[in-house]
């Protein structure tokens, strides 16, 4: 069984830490440890969510701190290639789910995208604060499934903002993909190049689907359509799918 997931304090580098070091965890992070009560002489993996994790027993535990010793190295632990999800926003907190699962999938990076159909709308403020929303899932998700890593929330992207991104992906020799249920190419028949992408970005649409005008502008700036399968999904479902299926078929899941 692994040991449960708590998240180093900022200023602790966890890729510096060697057996024997002691250290005390304090905030959320304790209160956490607490209320799964952790005694001391129990295990637990202490992660800076950049990939980076170290293995340690509880010392002892106060009213506000934990005391934990590093029992073994720290090492990296991180997807590769790197799996970014791009998903539209979506109504009725399907976003939200979308992402806290692409994160226990393996996801690296999750993009906030404004598109032209999606019913919810961050505008100023809103903006701010669905970000804060996105991070929170993902750090929560994170740590459910005992990742070291804890995605990068991107801010939130206009189709104008997020095809410049494609481009840039694509320059680099990334596999961007964008799913869209009326295409004639199926997602299944691109997989085998997925073991010469140094990343793989994968493109979800909201509720009323992806505009003609957007399909035109983000295949232009190098992202491929195709089509996931033989059902149409909810644009909560589709990401996790696709991810889920590409995590397979890269081993990560053997």
């Known amino acids: 069984m692994t040991n449960p997931v708590f998240i180093a304090d900022p200023e602790t580098s966890v890729e510096q830490l060697a057996e024997g070091d002691s250290l005390t965890v304090s905030g959320g992070e304790a209160k956490h440890i607490q209320v799964m009560r952790l005694q001391a002489g129990e295990a637990l993996d202490l992660v800076d969510g950049q990939g980076w994790r170290a293995p340690a027993e509880v010392k002892s535990v106060d009213s506000k701190t934990v005391t934990v010793q590093i029992t073994g190295p720290a090492s990296r632990d991180v997807t590769e290639p790197a799996l970014v999800l791009v998903q539209a926003l979506a109504k009725g907190g399907r976003d939200e789910s979308a992402i806290a699962q692409a994160t226990e999938i393996g996801v690296n990076q999750v993009v906030p995208w404004q598109s032209d159909r999606s019913i919810v709308r961050w505008l100023g403020p809103k903006a701010e604060k669905g970000v804060s929303k996105w991070q929170d899932a993902v750090r929560a998700a994170a740590k459910q499934s005992r990742r070291a890593q804890v995605p990068a929330v991107q801010s939130v992207a206009t189709t104008k903002q997020l095809a410049k991104l494609v481009a840039e992906a694509s320059s680099r020799g990334g596999q961007v993909w964008l799913l869209h249920e009326a295409d004639e190419a199926r ?63 890269l081993g990560l899941w053997d």
């Open 187 to 249: 997602f299944s028949s691109h997989l085998r190049e997925l073991s010469q992408a140094g990343e793989i970005w994968i493109l979800v649409g909201p509720e009323g689907g992806i505009s003609p005008a957007e399909y035109e502008e983000l295949t232009q700036a190098g992202a491929i359509a195709v089509r996931l399968g033989p059902t149409v999904l909810r644009s909560g479902t589709a990401g996790v799918v696709a991810l889920s299926v590409i995590t397979q078929q």
